[in-house]
Structures are given as C-alpha cells and as structure tokens.
C-alpha cells in the first residue's frame, strides 16, 4: 500500500517562502502525477497545484505566480514551495496520488506568523 | 472555475436509516475522453480526506458497499443506505475535470 508522508516546517513568517517535501513509500513516484492540496482551518479543499513524475506541472492560477513544484525520483519525492506567503495561506497541506487524489498523507499545518 | 454546491451543510441522521447528500456543479463535467470525473471524499474528525467514489458511482477498494454514488451532468448524490457511527465526518464532492479542480465546502454527518 503507497505511503505518503509530508515534512517540513510547521510556522512560517510572513512575506517567506514555504517549503514542503512528500516522501512516498510502498511505491514508486514514476508513472503517476503527484498533487499537493491545502484545507485552511474549518474550510474546503483547494488544489495547489501536481507534478507528473517527468517534471511537467500545472498550477492553481490563483497561485500560479508563487508556486513551484518539483520532483526528485531518486529519492521518492515530491516538493512544494510557496513564496510571499501571508495569514491566508494557514492551512493544512496535504500531498496526494493522482488527479483525482485516490492517496493522501496525512497532512501537515503550517501556520503563517511572525 | 467550476463551482460546487453541496446540500444540505448539516446532516443529523439515525443510526440504521440513510442519507443523502446532493452536489451540483456550474458546469457540465464530461471530460474530453467521455469521463465524468466527479468524487467524493469523506473526512473523519481529524483525519485526512479519504477518497470514497470516483468517476460518479465507482467505490474504492475497501469502501463498505453502503455508500453508492449516483447522477450525471451537473447533479450528483451520494448515498448511504445504513449511516453507521464511523460514517460520521464532512463529506465533500469533488470535480477533477476542469482545472483548477475543486470541492464543494462539504457535509457534515453527524448521529441524532
């Protein structure tokens, strides 16, 4: 069964960059896109944005200008990076397999404040 | 985008008995290669979002057979014939066929 586990750290200041790493297990990250997700507190779903395992990505167009996702296969990974980030951008981050997001990790909150 | 509307925001239900949740999108939500790529996904108090049905009535391995998935073009349900108390949680629909995908702002179930 393919694991999922996001990493990275939990508060950010403002105007700084977010970085997020997903380690998947259990599987290997090629011959699949790769999605992260973020849920602010008490709120929906929102789709940031997926890579597929050779690099080719599509972003959230209400994000596109501070999101950069990337992929290292060598080591099963995925990442995402969100600059300028603000109070808005306070959620739980989740990475997930596929499109329609049939995995997830379990989460991550990350909490933007100074 | 697409949006999704879900109904009603708050489902009390009896142990036994069923439950309905209704998700409607703005736009029609066949894919290019004949696909509909509507899911739903159930979230547990403190949990991660696990994917219950794609593609509108497809159950995912493990997924007990009480849940069912119905509809077409902008109208979708989902089903549960018999709540039991580990169906509580939010529920939410979610379109995968026009990018920026999204979800409805979810259902929350909860045991009368």
């Known amino acids: 069964q393919v694991q999922l586990q996001e990493s990275g750290p939990g508060l950010v200041k403002p105007s700084e960059t977010l970085s997020l790493t997903c380690t998947v297990s259990?599987?290997?990250?090629?011959?699949?896109?790769w999605s992260w997700i973020r849920q602010p507190p008490g709120k929906g779903l929102e789709w940031i944005g997926y890579?597929?395992?050779?690099?080719?990505?599509n972003y959230n167009p209400s994000l596109k200008s501070r999101v950069t996702i990337s992929v290292d296969t060598s080591k099963n990974q995925f990442s995402l990076k969100l600059s300028s980030v603000t109070a808005a951008d306070t959620a739980v981050y989740y990475c997930?397999?596929?499109?329609?997001?049939?995995?997830w990790g379990q989460g991550t909150l990350v909490t933007v404040s100074s | 985008d697409v949006v999704m509307t879900q109904s009603p925001v708050s489902l009390p239900v009896t142990l036994g008995q069923p439950a309905s949740i209704s998700c409607r999108s703005s736009q029609g939500l066949v894919y290019s290669d004949g696909n509909t790529f509507l899911n739903w996904f159930q979230q547990r108090p403190g949990q991660s979002p696990r994917r219950l049905i794609y593609k509108v009535s497809n159950r995912d391995s493990g997924v007990p057979d009480r849940f069912s998935g119905s509809g077409s073009g902008t109208e979708f349900t989902l089903t549960i014939s018999r709540v039991e108390a580990e169906d509580v949680g939010i529920y939410y629909c979610m379109q995968g066929t026009h990018w920026p995908f999204n979800s409805g702002p979810g259902t929350r179930v909860d045991i009368e």
């Open positions: 997930a397999r596929g499109l329609q997001s049939v995995y």
């Open positions: 259990g599987g290997s990250i090629s011959s699949y896109y």
């Open positions: 890579i597929y395992y050779s690099g080719s990505t």
